[in-house]
């Protein structure tokens, strides 16, 4: 093995202590997971809060607002201000997905000591660095931001703003908080696709524009099978577990092998519709840019070829999460990568194959 490379195909710098300030705040949208409370004992708590909340994965959703604000560009149809406001909707719906995962995960007594949850990083309650007064008052706090950003465009754009804050609220209320979880009855990981592709970047661009359009939701789609193969990498790496706590995610419900070669089509998918989104019209042919995404996409595919080792590599972070983190890292590339194609379209808007 390299000294400068995991099997995981991430480098070393994922795992650094977490820093003070706003370069503190940078590392936690940008590092990884730390492993425990002890981690974070000497960070500001604004630091510590983003750790708590997985900032790491948050990225997800902000990549998501600026594909929907590009594609109004493209269009001539960008407005500033609504633009800004979905960025700072989509960053605190993230945000409220992931301490509800965490309030109710350890409400229901699912984040056990010996869980997944607990061993790849710090529980904000189980570790003893928020209450679970705190966790709730947090979330009471992001509910009111993202209420008040859902009035304004309701108000703005009318009933078609409305039915798409509907559809996320449904959505985020029925992953972790209904009484039957969609994440517990293996359809999750279909609402991470749903959520991170046409809902964020179609409904995003319709707020963002007063526009609705066929183009947008086409765009979102290998986007959204990106942070598909996120949710599903994660629950091959905690089949075991959510078996054991009748937890029936997809790879759960199909077994991993089928559960890994799904992951590999869903990869694959991300580079076809691209292509289909071109061909129509969806997005630029500058999106062509992601392509060179493909060797992490193709260590991608060799990690999920095969079985997870029973034993991290030296120095690995993140353990046991493994087939997600090899994912959590092509995705980000390709996001980034898609982002910049689509940004030449906006420059460029007349070169469309449609």
């Not at 949208?29 to 994965?57: C, K």
């Amino acid at each position: 093995m390299s000294s400068d490379r995991d099997l995981s195909g991430s480098t070393p710098a994922l795992g650094r202590p977490p820093r003070r300030g706003p370069a503190g705040w940078a590392s936690a949208f940008t590092g990884f997971y730390p492993a425990t409370a002890g981690d974070l004992a000497e960070v500001d708590p604004v630091t510590r809060f983003l750790y708590a909340a997985r900032s790491v994965i948050l990225v997800i959703s902000a990549q998501a607002a600026v594909i929907a604000g590009l594609l109004a560009i493209t269009d001539r149809r960008f407005e500033l201000m609504p633009f800004l406001l979905v960025l700072i909707g989509f960053l605190v719906l993230h945000g409220i997905s992931n301490l509800s995962n965490d309030y109710f995960g350890y409400l229901r007594g699912h984040d056990t000591p010996d869980s997944p949850r607990r061993r790849y990083t710090l529980h904000p309650v189980a570790s003893g660095v928020f209450t679970m007064r705190f966790l709730a008052t947090g979330l009471a706090i992001l509910g009111t931001v993202a209420v008040f950003i859902g009035g304004y465009f309701v108000v703005l754009r009318g009933v078609g703003a409305l039915v798409f804050a509907v559809i996320g609220a449904i959505l985020l209320y029925a992953y972790d908080a209904a009484p039957r979880a969609l994440k517990e009855l293996g359809l999750g990981e279909i609402a991470a696709f749903a959520v991170w592709g046409p809902l964020m970047i179609g409904g995003g661009y319709y707020v963002i524009t007063g526009s609705l359009s066929s183009k947008p939701f086409l765009a979102s789609l290998p986007y959204g099978l990106g942070v598909a193969s996120i949710l599903i990498g994660k629950h091959i790496d905690q089949r075991a577990f959510d078996t054991s706590q009748e937890q029936r995610t997809l790879p759960v419900l199909l077994g991993e092998a089928r559960a890994r070669a799904l992951n590999r089509s869903v990869l694959a998918g991300m580079y076809l519709l691209t292509v289909v989104a071109i061909v129509f019209g969806a997005a630029s042919p500058f999106a062509l840019v992601v392509a060179f995404a493909a060797p992490r996409a193709l260590h991608a595919l060799r990690v999920m070829a095969r079985p997870a080792p029973h034993e991290p590599p030296s120095g690995y972070v993140g353990w046991p999460l493994w087939y997600h983190r090899v994912c959590l890292v092509h995705n980000r590339a390709f996001g980034w990568l898609y982002i910049l194609g689509l940004g030449a379209g906006a420059l460029l808007p007349g070169l469309r194959v449609g």
